[in-house]
């Protein structure tokens, strides 16, 4: 029977190669929740199984199961705080506004791509050929109104997944580092993290000092500590994208609108920089055939670092900030390297 560190590994590959591909969020928690089984890990696997079948009633009698083997492991009080996280969380992943209210969506993630896909179908319905022209006016009115009701909703829609993928993403990736913590078989972290750290050296010196001293930081639980490395993470992807795209003038986009290239917008630059390397760079063709994710990507990581300047931020928030510059930085270096290849 094959030993069950190899099991785990080769779902920890499948995994990561899901997320490679770009697959779907579905496919990718689903592979994520059977990492946690294989590997029981209780917590995981009850915020992974909200996220692969959604809450119903029939989730409560799984859900007390998970608690009460939890509760057995660790007693009933660390259960229950750790229980109590993992809810929020997910609660917060599941949070979109609907009709000017903050709600939580709570289907399976299949369930919200299958609404997402209904919703797209209408938004991008096109008005039929052959009509008079006062129908195909009235028909042009009607299809704003409704592609205006919806954006909204395909764009909650869209960043909820993304969300649900990243903490998906991010839980494979700890599992993996765990599992191989000081062995010296190498890994596709191990490689990852010395493909960032050499390339940075030489595209940006200054956003990898910013890096490691945001790792540094995360190491230490205090306070101060925890908002030093939440700015550090934003120094790093300015220093990224000044390097990539120092600031300029203002850019007209392909869909004519004008956006700020100068200093403080270097989320702009960023974007508009792999816009710029399409046709130069594959990865950079993926990159920008999913260009809301990637805004979305960097308005998150703005987001968590402005956080940690104005209000609390946990020890977990500032690690998985750090986990997130990473992966971001290897995306964008990856673009770096296969452009100036080609």
């Known amino acids: 029977m094959e030993p069950p560190s190899e099991r785990i590994g080769r779902a920890i590959d499948d995994a990561l190669t899901a997320v490679a591909a770009n697959a779907p969020a579905s496919v990718i928690t689903r592979a994520a929740l059977r990492v946690a089984m294989l590997r029981q890990d209780t917590v995981a696997e009850f915020w992974l199984r909200m996220e692969v079948e959604g809450i119903d009633d029939s989730s409560q009698d799984r ?114 580092a765990q599992i191989l913590a000081g062995e010296a078989v190498p890994d596709s972290v191990a490689r990852g993290r010395a493909f960032v750290e050499k390339e940075l050296a030489r595209v940006a010196p ?27 993470c934003r120094r790093a992807i300015k220093a990224l994208a000044d390097a990539l795209y120092p600031p300029g003038p203002p850019v007209t986009g392909d869909d004519g609108e004008v956006r700020s290239m100068d200093d403080d917008h270097y989320r702009n630059r960023l974007t508009t920089w792999v816009l710029q390397q399409r046709g130069r760079s594959t990865h950079a063709d993926l990159l920008a055939s999913n ?52």
């Open 206 to 232: 200054n956003a990898l000092d910013a890096l490691r001293a945001a790792e540094a930081r995360s190491a230490d639980h205090e306070r101060e500590a925890v908002s030093q490395a939440a700015t550090s």
């Open 63 to 176: 859900n007390r199961a998970l608690l009460a083997r939890l509760t057995a492991q660790i007693g009933a009080e660390g259960a229950q705080r750790r229980w109590e996280v993992a809810a929020e969380s997910f609660q917060t992943r599941r949070t979109m506004d609907l009709d000017g209210k903050r709600a939580v969506l709570a289907p399976s993630v299949a369930g919200l791509e299958s609404s997402l896909s209904s919703l797209m179908t209408i938004h991008d319905d096109e008005i039929p050929f052959g009509m008079t022209p006062l129908d195909t006016g009235l028909a042009f009115l009607d299809r704003q109104k409704v592609r205006s009701t919806l954006s909204m909703p395909v764009s909650e829609r869209r960043s909820m997944l993304e969300r649900i993928k990243d903490a998906a993403y991010i839980y494979v990736l700890d599992a993996e």
């Open 291 to 342: 260009l809301l994710s990637l805004g979305t990507r960097l308005k998150s990581l703005d987001d968590l670092a402005s956080k940690g300047v104005h209000a609390d931020l946990s020890h977990a928030e500032v690690e998985s900030c750090v986990s997130w510059v990473y992966m971001l930085a290897t995306d964008l270096l990856r673009v770096e390297e296969q452009a100036n290849r080609n």
